[in-house]
């Protein structure tokens, strides 16, 4: 088999930047890029995927490539499909066009779309898989995750003060964040497919759950709202409003929400604003992927913690966490510092 060559990888690095083109859904499809090689190394052809129900990236670059697909190279950051979904199998459109090797950096772990590579090398098309694959990947880290765990990845955001309390003694909540900060909230929804809460959460705080966005901040599809638990809901709650649809899932169980998501709705990516109930149960069982975490520069004394009981009485047991970033969110009185962690590996 060929040796990958320099202008593989530079084909593969164009092909990365063109899956992360500006304006691409994150969701449900992942972001592709594909770039077509003659054999003497010139581009043929470049395309991307544009989202869900469009065309893949591989189609994309075989149609500006025409006639001079014939005997190229196809660069891939994802395996070609090998199922009908929206639209054809592309392992079958590199096969009818003619391209004689395909470099691949992600080997597809959607069950559904999964074997292009096999097709291809039965057809005679020499395959290689795994160049910067890992750059390929950060382009759609919750789409991989799902598929290679089943469920979504999970978010669970939470504002808090500085003494660690998000609601006073009374319970009132609103506001602990700054503006600012509310702001960036609203962004980080957006890059997530569902918003989950519990059914306390909507009594309680009759919560919209939606993406509000300004001049700078664009919204595309809303989120699917979640709302997880055994109680009924009144129908006026803000949560059924038609600004976006919502779902009412009637488990508590985390795993069994998050697993029905995955595999029932196509979801990817949870971003888990529910209470100190709904925190824990997730914390307990293990599905806390990420954390961000506003910290307002005010203190309480008294009030509510942002989770509820761990099961944990002992420092040694204490459950924890691994920094991966922080920023400062607004300026001044606006200020509030956001933490971004992910649970430590034990
Ligand atoms: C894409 N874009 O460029 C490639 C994809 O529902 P469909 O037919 O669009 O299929 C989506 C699946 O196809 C997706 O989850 C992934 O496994 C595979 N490849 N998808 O959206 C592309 N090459
Ligand atoms: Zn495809």
Not at 142 to 166: C, E, I, M, Q, Y
Request: hydrophobic fraction near 40%; include cysteine.
């Amino acid at each position: 088999m060929a040796e990958t060559t320099t202008s593989e990888t530079d084909a593969m690095r164009r092909a990365v930047a063109l899956a992360a083109s500006p304006g691409v859904p994150l969701h449900p499809n992942p972001r592709v890029g594909c770039v077509l090689l003659a054999p003497d190394g010139t581009v043929v052809g470049e395309g991307y995927h544009h989202g869900a129900g469009t065309p893949h990236a591989e189609v994309e670059a075989l149609a500006v490539a025409g006639e001079r697909a014939r005997g190229a190279t196809a660069v891939v950051t994802l395996e070609p499909c090998n199922h009908t979904g929206r639209t054809g199998p592309c392992a079958q459109a590199l096969i009818a066009a003619g391209v004689r090797r395909v470099v691949v950096a992600q080997r597809d772990p959607n069950p559904l779309a999964q074997g292009g590579a096999d097709t291809l090398r039965a057809a005679g098309v020499e395959v290689e898989t795994g160049l910067l694959a890992d750059e390929a990947e950060r382009v759609n880290p919750a789409w991989t995750f799902a598929h290679r765990h089943g469920r979504p990845f999970v978010t669970w955001k939470f504002a808090t003060t500085l003494d660690g309390r998000s609601a006073a003694a009374d319970g009132t909540s609103r506001w602990v964040s700054s503006p600012a900060a509310r702001r960036d909230t609203h962004r980080l929804r957006g890059l997530a497919d569902t918003m989950l809460v519990g059914t306390n959460t909507v009594a309680v705080d009759d919560p919209q759950l939606t993406v509000r966005g300004d001049d700078d901040l664009p919204v595309g599809v809303q989120p699917l709202r979640v709302v997880m638990g055994e109680r009924d809901l009144p129908a006026e709650r803000r949560v059924f409003d038609d600004a976006a649809p919502t779902l009412h899932l009637r488990t508590r169980d985390p795993d069994t929400a998050l697993r029905t998501l995955y595999a029932e709705h196509d979801r990817h990516h949870v971003f888990l604003e529910g209470g100190p109930t709904l925190a824990a149960s997730f914390l307990r069982a293990g599905l806390v992927d990420e954390v961000v975490t506003y910290v307002a520069p005010m203190l309480l004394g008294a009030g509510r913690s942002a989770v509820g009981d761990l099961g944990i009485a002992t420092i040694a047991d204490a459950l924890r966490l691994e920094l991966a970033g922080t920023t400062v969110v607004g300026d001044g009185p606006d200020a509030n510092v956001r933490l971004v962690l992910r649970p430590a590996l034990r």
